[in-house]
C-alpha cells in the first residue's frame, strides 16, 4: 500500500523556517517526481516545488525562490522542503504528492498525495 506521510509543519513567526518532510511507504521516491503544493482557507491547491526522479532537477514557483529549498535522502525514502524568511502568506496546508509520469506542478500530474501538515505563520 502507498503512503506519502508529510511532517514538520508548525507556527512560526515571520522570518522564521521550518522544514518539512515526505516519507513514502510501499514506493521508492527515487523513481518518482516529487511536488510540494499547498492550500489556503478558501482557495486552490497550488504547487510550491517539485523534484525530478534520478538526477533531481528542482523546480519553484516565483513566490518561493531564494527562500524554500527541496531536497531528496534517498537512503531514507524522504523528500524535503527546507522553508527559510517565512511570510503569512505561506500559511497554508502543504502536501507532498508523487507521481511516475510527467515533471509539473498541476495537481492533476500526480497520483499519490499525502494527507497535510499545517503551516502558519503569524506574529
Known amino acids: 500500500q502507498v503512503q506519502l506521510v508529510e511532517s514538520g509543519g508548525g507556527s512560526v513567526q515571520p522570518g522564521g523556517s521550518l522544514r518539512l518532510s515526505c516519507t513514502a511507504s510501499g514506493l521508492t521516491l527515487d523513481s518518482y517526481a516529487v511536488g510540494w503544493f499547498h492550500q489556503a482557507p478558501g482557495k486552490e491547491r497550488e504547487g510550491v516545488s517539485c523534484i525530478s526522479s534520478g538526477s533531481g532537477s528542482t523546480y519553484y514557483v516565483d513566490s518561493v525562490k531564494g527562500r524554500f529549498t527541496i531536497s531528496k535522502d534517498s537512503a531514507k525514502n524522504t523528500v524535503y522542503l527546507q522553508m527559510n524568511n517565512l511570510k503569512p502568506e505561506d500559511t497554508a496546508v502543504y502536501y507532498c504528492?508523487?507521481?511516475?509520469?510527467?515533471?509539473?506542478?498541476?495537481?492533476?500530474?500526480?497520483?499519490?498525495w499525502g494527507q497535510g501538515t499545517q503551516v502558519t505563520v503569524s506574529s
Open positions: 504528492a508523487a507521481t511516475l509520469s510527467g515533471w509539473g506542478l498541476e495537481t492533476w500530474e500526480y497520483d499519490h
